[in-house]
């Protein structure tokens, strides 16, 4: 598959939008660069749908703009050849064979059957393209949703939940295709829930909550900063080891049976340390946090929805 990169980028700038009394939009503004698959993160409530919807022309703003390569969906002629989307993977009429499915949507654009038997064949979906859709699983049903938006050959696309319903194999091939889709020079907008496939699979993070961006930047920057100076202790000596390095002023917290993360002190301190102590230890490391600890400090105060912990 190939893809014209010109002005392949979404831009948002300033939504606002309101459902009657509620505010979905805020003042929404970011940018989708060509090349890279960028994540679109945020609580539930926090206006990824609507942005998406605004993007395509599904719902209009009471302010502020949405452009794809330059234009608003509305000007755009032949629109599958410039932006492909999965909005929801169940949008489909299930009487409808694959295959047949994808031929209407060609046929509608002015494109050919072998586009059709091309992206059958790329996102799995030949053992079964002669049945009806409406007895797919919602895994399959995804994968038919994407071969629908690269119908047109676009080089933008914007994908919702993309991993739902997706067994391990289908997990891990949507992240190489997202990632292949990027490095033909596409712009990819992927909104997730699921943290863990995204730092694999996205280059980018736009984070928003209460319908405002929080934070808009790399993947690998992100966790650089969540994860401080902080540093991995693994001992069996963990009560021991806690004592020692409080005492010498670090902030430690257990986070396993046999780890500890420290902050406050260099590791060649705490070597230093619990040497002297005579206190045992199989391994000192930077911290390296996880792309859900850092969305979720992040989020932590933009969360609507909100359930009480668990108690026994």
Do not use: C
């Not at 939504?15 to 993160?41: E, I, N, W, Y």
């Not at 863990?196 to 736009?206: C, F, G």
């Amino acid at each position: 598959m190939t893809a014209a990169v010109t002005e392949a980028a979404v831009q948002v700038d300033g939504l606002h939008k309101r459902f009657g009394p509620a505010l979905a939009l805020d003042g929404m503004s970011f940018t989708v660069q060509a090349g890279q698959v960028t994540g679109f993160v945020g609580p539930n409530g926090a206006g990824k749908s609507t942005t998406m919807r605004v993007i395509l022309g599904l719902d209009r703003p009471d302010e502020g703009r949405a452009l794809i390569g330059g234009r608003p969906y509305s000007g755009l002629r032949h629109p599958l050849s410039h932006v492909g989307a999965l909005l929801d993977a169940s949008a489909l009429q299930p009487s409808r064979s694959a295959r047949h499915h994808l031929l209407w949507l060609a046929r509608s654009q002015g494109l050919g059957s072998n586009r059709v038997d091309e992206l059958i064949e790329s996102t799995g979906l030949a053992p079964a393209t002669g049945r009806k859709a409406g007895g797919f699983s919602l895994g399959m049903r995804q994968r038919l949703g994407i071969a629908a938006a690269l119908l047109g050959d676009p080089p933008v696309l914007l994908l919702d939940e993309p991993f739902n319903g997706l067994d391990p194999e289908g997990i891990v091939w949507m992240r190489g295709f997202l990632r292949a889709l990027a490095a033909e020079g596409r712009a990819v907008l992927v909104s997730s829930h699921l943290m863990s496939e995204l730092q694999d699979a996205a280059d980018h993070l736009v984070v928003v909550g209460r319908g405002r961006v929080v934070a808009d930047t790399s993947v690998a920057d992100l966790i650089t900063a969540a994860s401080g100076d902080r540093v991995r202790l693994r001992t069996e000596a963990r009560t021991g080891a806690m004592t020692v390095l409080a005492n010498a002023g670090a902030t430690v917290a257990a986070t396993g049976r046999d780890t500890l993360t420290v902050a406050g002190l260099p590791a060649a301190r705490i070597v230093a340390l619990l040497g002297e102590s005579g206190v045992p230890f199989t391994e000192v490391a930077a911290h390296r946090a996880t792309l859900e600890e850092a969305y979720m400090e992040l989020t932590r105060d933009v969360t609507e929805f909100r359930a009480a912990p668990v108690t026994r």
